[in-house]
């Protein structure tokens, strides 16, 4: 066995699709991995399974298999994704309908399930690990509960000649170090080997992040091509060395910062970056420039996994309402000003029943607050912001009207008005015996 | 001298818990970094914003700091009133720190 390409062709669920047709066409890649699974999107799937047992999967998952089904197939490139979410089952049947519609044969779809741990954390006594409080306080509001699979069921259905395998709840790791340990028969124990892979996973997961995408500042950090930006590809040896690059010619670039900003991306304590497979390592990593575009990345090491598995648990928290209005011009601060005091006066009169009340003016002080968000000049232009936390969508939506009727009531010049409501689905965490759960593999074949 | 002349930042989300890596563009100036750039200046300077401990982690292989802080994203990324519920723009408010100038 020489090397193994693995292409990362989504970053999150929403991701552009034709950086990854690029990286089938172009990128000479034995694996492609989908990453969709954003903490909440599994708990929003949950809520539209439960109306329509049919759906509950990726809302794109149509449109990329359709994008790259056919080219995989004949090139003989593996898929594997969570696009699955709530639902993988569905999801794999989907595939299965797209696949025939296109015409391809021979095919072998695996559904990953088993992620599903409601019903155990509804019988247990689990502490929610954000408060410390018993999950007993939200059981009531719970919508869905998942615990994060390791690379066991996808190594397995690899063993089982899966051409694309989708899952729901799988650490993003896994899905990168699944093939690993399928193609170079790495043992599930040889820890600094998990770690290293862990360290391929985790900088590809969120596909153009490694490549350019959420780094460029102008005259600091240039980045060319961000419009035709190039997904990245890990090449992997035998002893887990890997080499991260994209397809020549593709927007973008891969640097040794670019890297070192994706390895620490939503990491705590870089020596104990917890997954169900391994408590990886990542503070003896060495990224090397060895070409453009070409960096060598060793190093990675860890330690015996741990005996539980991270729940992420979605439950129905509140009812947010939100306005917004804007003003420019000479005044326009101490209009904006004027009309965040008019909005929380009202809210006071008509007796709105909020629990959190949030008031910014966009321009001023919206993402940092006041202290830090100092500037020598007053902004052209201002935009008001209301937003409100209720305990019902009645409540909610009367947070919004407050904002829009200022057009005829509030300061002058108010102009652009939008307002929403919607119900918060938030999430909490906890963990569950590892041995509680169990995963289970279903088959679509044609 | 403000951060942003000698360290890029990148900033990630879980939970109501934000980090911010701190990476010297130049290897050599990673010192620098780890001498001014402490957790305890990291917490005052987001005071208004963080409400939890900030702890910082150092890797100096990689010439990097990475801060940990908790209780700073308004209840958590599902559930926050702000704007940037992921706080994603807060690595830009870092780079804006003043810092020493080194002799």
Redesign the interface.
């Known amino acids: 066995m020489g090397t193994i390409r693995i292409g990362s062709g989504a970053g999150y669920s929403g991701d552009r699709i034709e950086p990854a047709v690029e990286l089938v066409e172009k990128g000479n890649i034995q694996y492609l991995v989908f990453e969709c699974l954003a903490e909440r999107t599994i708990a929003i799937a949950q809520q539209a399974k439960m109306k329509d047992p049919n759906i509950g999967y990726d809302g794109l998952l149509a449109q990329r298999m359709e994008a790259v089904l056919i080219s995989c197939k004949a090139k003989g490139i593996k898929i594997i994704t969570n696009m699955g979410a709530a639902n993988p089952i569905a999801g794999a049947q989907k595939i299965k309908e797209i696949a025939q519609q296109l015409g391809i044969s021979g095919l072998k779809i695996a559904a990953v399930t088993g992620d599903d741990v409601v019903e155990i954390v509804r019988i247990g006594d689990y502490t929610i690990l954000e408060t410390g409080e018993s999950l007993s306080t939200i059981k009531d509001t719970i919508v869905s509960a998942n615990a994060y699979l390791g690379t066991k069921p996808i190594v397995e259905a690899l063993k089982n000649d899966a051409d694309v395998i989708i899952t729901g709840r799988v650490a993003d790791p896994a899905l990168f170090l699944a093939p690993l340990l399928y193609e170079f028969h790495w043992s599930d124990e040889d820890w600094d080997r998990m770690g290293q892979g862990t360290v391929i996973g985790h900088l590809l997961e969120c596909a153009g992040q490694i490549t350019g995408g959420y780094f460029a500042d102008p005259g600091y950090k240039d980045v060319d091509g961000l419009a035709r930006l190039g997904f990245p590809i890990a090449e992997v040896q035998e002893d887990g060395t890997f080499m991260i690059t994209k397809v020549p010619g593709s927007g973008g670039k891969v640097t040794l910062a670019t890297c070192k900003e994706q390895l620490l991306y939503e990491i705590h304590n870089p020596a104990a970056y917890i997954t169900p497979d391994v408590v990886a390592d990542f503070t003896g990593v060495t990224f090397t420039q060895i070409a453009d575009n070409q960096v060598q990345v060793t190093g990675g090491k860890g330690q015996k996994k741990t005996d539980f598995l991270k729940a992420s648990i979605g439950y129905v928290d509140s009812y947010m309402g939100e306005g917004q209005i804007s003003y420019a011009g000479p005044g326009a601060v101490n209009r904006g000003k004027l009309a965040l005091e008019i909005v929380e006066e009202r809210l006071k009169i008509m007796d709105v029943q909020y629990q959190e009340l949030k008031v910014d003016l966009i321009g001023i002080n919206s993402l940092h607050g006041s202290k830090i968000s100092t500037t020598e000049y007053e902004p052209y232009e201002v935009r008001a912001r209301v937003t409100g936390r209720t305990q019902s969508m009645k409540e909610a939506i009367r947070i919004g009207n407050e904002v829009e009727t200022l057009y005829t009531n509030g300061p002058a010049g108010g102009g652009g008005a939008t307002k929403s409501a919607k119900q918060i689905v938030a999430m909490v965490s906890a963990l569950v015996p590892r041995s509680l759960v169990k995963y289970k593999l279903h088959y679509e074949v044609i | 001298m403000k951060l942003?002349e000698i360290a890029?930042?990148?900033t990630?989300?879980?939970?109501?818990?934000s980090?911010i890596?701190v990476?010297a563009?130049d290897p050599s100036q990673y010192l620098i970094l780890e001498k001014h750039v402490t957790a305890q200046k990291v917490k005052e300077?987001?005071?208004?914003?963080v409400k939890g401990d900030v702890?910082r982690?150092t890797?100096p292989?990689?010439?990097?700091l990475?801060f940990?802080l908790y209780s700073a994203l308004?209840g958590?990324?599902?559930?926050t009133?702000?704007?940037?519920a992921h706080g994603?723009?807060?690595s830009s408010?870092l780079m804006?720190l003043e810092i020493p100038m080194e002799e």
């Open positions: 942003r890029h930042s990148r990630g989300d879980k939970g109501n818990i980090n890596s990476i563009h300077y987001f005071s208004d914003i702890i982690y890797l292989n990689i010439g990097a990475n940990v308004g958590g990324v599902t559930r009133l702000s704007l940037d994603k723009s807060l408010a804006n």
